[in-house]
């Protein structure tokens, strides 16, 4: 059974950090590219950060380049973001997604079930 789990979500004051957490298991992680996306209350779902399988290319959204840092373990599992300098408008639903195209071009694709973040005085 497939599972993406995101933890470490919640309530931070403007400028400070979080570090979500999203565990899989159920496929190889190592063959996905993973993703944290956001979607804020009345928004359309956006890309936040994203990594290859191997860690050797990260790619960011330009509202969150030089605060926030996407990581993975293969031998863990899991792929992080590390949130600093948080801003009111950082506050969303942070999603984790594992996709996969194999050789045929035939896509998988995965969605943790979201984790909220609250940016707040």
């Known amino acids: 059974q497939v599972q993406l789990v995101e933890s470490g979500g919640g309530l931070v004051q403007p400028g400070g950090s979080l570090r979500l957490s999203c565990a899989a298991s159920?496929?190889?992680?190592?063959?996905?590219?993973m993703t944290w996306y956001r979607q804020a209350p009345g928004k359309e779902r956006e890309l936040v950060a994203t990594i290859t399988r191997a860690a050797d290319s990260t790619n960011y959204a330009d509202s969150v380049k030089g605060r926030f840092t996407i990581s993975r373990d293969n031998a863990k599992n899991t792929v992080y973001l590390q949130m600093n300098s948080l801003k009111p408008e950082d506050t969303a639903v942070y999603y984790c997604?594992?996709?996969?195209?194999?050789?045929?071009?035939?896509?998988?694709?995965?969605w943790g079930q979201g984790i909220q973040v609250t940016v707040s005085s």
């Open positions: 159920g496929f190889i992680f190592s063959r996905y590219r």
């Open positions: 997604n594992a996709e996969y195209t194999n050789w045929g071009g035939v896509k998988s694709a995965y």
